[in-house]
């Protein structure tokens, strides 16, 4: 007897892809094993050899396709101290709700401030940037890093998909004017292209997000978006238009060449 079209094999992946999308994927992931989410807190996901393997190799393909464009590498410390968060209003709002917060040490007990494990790393990083940037000379600064990021998601995790503890690369650049960073905005669009769609085969669309949906302290935001077998719609990386909204908070300022302390123009990108 011929096998109906939508029929799952006995053998191998046993639930139908057209059927049941979320019980095919979760099914693919456990028999071809590249992860495993019976690990005892939510959210928090175990990425096995396979998964292992191919992360690391699509990560040096991306921090290659990034220092190509001339960003550097570096690596920021995972916690970030509250008063950093407090300096920028938007961002401290947008992210505040999924925000792990650190408040003991040993048995010391109780901290004297809050430390937050990284959600993203504007207010770590932009910190240092205060501190390191100085002249007309430093810019363009392009710095990116490879790390993971924690965000308290309290909407259905999914492996690869939403997790509370994920995998990503950052890019953070300061520019002397807006056009310069504009331009950046467009070549990690580009960049994205190249990587995503171009070296990965994933086709993408980008859009502009309206205010209400943009990165939380960003002036713009692009985002990618993926249509999936479901006719769901998945968002790949996206990148942010700062402006000047941290710089001046955070006092990333340059000497420009007639000797004038100026704000550096700021743009954030999240290849993910």
Partial sequence: ?????????????????????????????????????????KGFVVYREWATITIKKMYA????????????????????????????ADHVEGFAPEVFWVTEAGTSGDLPERL??????????????ALWIRSYKD???KRYQSCQIWRYEGKMTRPFFRGREF??????DVFATMEEAETQVKEDMEMTYQMLQDEFGIPLIFFERPQWDKFSGAQKTFAADVLMGSGKVIQQPS???????????????????????????QTCYGPA
């Avoid at 892809?17 to 019976?38: C, H, M, P, Q, V």
């Avoid at 937050?116 to 940037?129: D, N």
């Fill in 167 to 172: 995998h990503w690369i950052e890019g953070h």
């Fill in 139 to 141: 810019l363009p600064y």
């Fill in 239 to 265: 990148t942010h238009l700062l402006g000047q909204n941290f710089s001046k908070p955070f006092e990333v300022k340059f000497i420009d060449k007639d000797g004038e302390e100026k704000y550096g123009y």
């Fill in 1 to 41: 007897m011929a096998k109906k079209k939508n029929e799952a094999p006995l053998t191998g992946i046993t639930i139908s892809k057209e059927d049941d999308f979320s019980g095919w994927y979760t099914e693919l992931i456990n028999k071809a094993e590249l992860a495993d989410i019976r690990y005892n807190i």
């Fill in 61 to 88: 393909k991306y921090e290659k396709c990034m220092e190509d464009h001339g960003h550097l590498p570096l690596i920021m410390p995972s916690l970030i101290p509250e008063s950093n968060f407090l300096l920028e």
């Fill in 116 to 129: 937050a494990l990284r959600p993203t790393s504007e207010t770590a990083l932009y910190k240092m940037y």
